[in-house]
């Protein structure tokens, strides 16, 4: 069943802040399954499940983003080859998406008694500098309707129990430029390897694991011209928040220092800030493994940065479980196990069933 809808959603582009499409596309399946939905200044598509007797009491919140890390323009082609779907984003997080589709549709023809307000979403802003938009607008506006939330993301039999803190930082560097025979201008670019040499010195502890990455550097306009911009993009993480702080603070007075001492002028933005730690999960981890064990899934652990990390600063219990095999996350020949599909929903529904006998708290 699942199968029906993952085409269709994963060969709709939906970069990172263009998510329109794909979102008109799962409202418009909502729609037509019989479901009311909401959409809301950001670009979330919401729907809620309730009953008379369910007012008033906590929901639980599945979500799982629309956006992938692809550009506009990637071909989205989506192909078979022995029994794997495999095309750019077809699995993070479309097969989610299908899998959560088939959900309503599952709920539609096999209903479940509610004892406890179901919300299903489909949010924007979880890739690259997103920055978790979409699903900390929806725990912003909600927080005191809500009482559990499930990221639905990441592979079939992974549970993200720990949020792993990420702080992003796009750095420019402005020099005056010039000729490269007639003027002796600061460089741009001299100050960008500069910059990048002095992060790479800076030392990471290895427990808690906490890493620095520069992932994308550009600059200059010609060989023989001086670079009069030159930027950064910097990401930042630990497992532990006065870890990263500690980073964060060195990192950016290693930027600054670079600036200096090259001779030209930093514009410093931070463009990520995802909060980290404990997810105080445990309820519901007892569900997703029970839910697991009934499935026959091998269930493990896992830390990792994803929606529900925005759950976060609210308290509120929170996990993040996937519902596909595949592989090549990121990658334009990701891949998805088609026949995993169908275990992957029975596994949420089940979540979803054990939550209405014993809500989270």
Do not use: C
Not at 13 to 29: N, Q, V
Not at 317 to 325: E, F, I, K, W
């Amino acid at each position: 069943m699942p199968l029906t809808y993952l085409k269709r959603i994963a060969q709709t582009p939906a970069p990172t802040f263009h998510e329109g499409r794909r979102a008109d596309l799962i409202a418009d399946l909502w729609t037509g399954l019989g479901y009311p939905v909401e959409r809301d200044e950001v670009g979330n598509v919401l729907t809620r499940l309730a009953t008379p007797d369910t007012e008033g009491l906590p929901a639980l919140l599945l979500a799982s983003h629309l956006d992938t890390v692809f550009d506009e323009g990637t071909d989205v082609t989506v192909r078979e080859e022995g029994g794997r779907l495999v095309g750019p984003g077809v699995g993070d997080n479309s097969a989610s998406l299908a899998v959560m589709t088939a959900l309503l549709r599952d709920l539609r023809e096999r209903p479940l008694a509610l004892r406890r307000p179901l919300w299903i979403a489909a949010n924007v802003g979880e890739e690259g500098l997103g920055d978790l938009r979409g699903a900390k607008h929806l725990l912003g506006q909600h927080r005191a309707q809500l009482g559990a939330f499930l990221a639905v993301d990441g592979y079939l039999g992974i549970a993200v129990t720990r949020a792993v803190g990420v702080r992003r930082y796009r750095a420019v560097f402005i020099g005056p430029g010039g000729h490269s025979w007639g003027d002796q201008a600061p460089s741009a670019l001299h100050a960008l390897g500069r910059a990048i040499s002095a992060l790479y010195a800076l030392h990471l502890p290895t427990s808690p694991r906490t890493t620095l990455n520069v992932g994308v550097a550009t600059g200059g306009t010609s060989v023989n011209s001086i670079a009069g911009t030159a930027d950064l993009l910097l990401d930042l993480r630990s497992l532990d928040g006065e870890v990263l702080a500690d980073l964060d603070r060195r990192a950016v007075a290693a930027l600054h220092a670079a600036a200096r001492e090259a001779g030209v002028k930093l514009h410093l933005e931070r463009v990520g800030d995802r909060p980290g730690g404990d997810l105080h999960g445990d309820a519901l981890l007892e569900i997703v493994r029970d839910a697991s064990r009934e499935g026959r899934i091998d269930l493990r652990m896992a830390s990792s940065s994803t929606d529900a990390n925005a759950a976060v600063p609210h308290g509120l219990p929170a996990l993040a479980a996937g519902v596909y095999r595949g592989g090549n996350a990121h990658r334009t020949d990701e891949w998805v196990q088609a026949s995993s599909l169908v275990p992957g929903l029975k596994f949420l529904r089940r979540v979803v069933e054990l939550y209405q006998r014993r809500p989270v708290r």
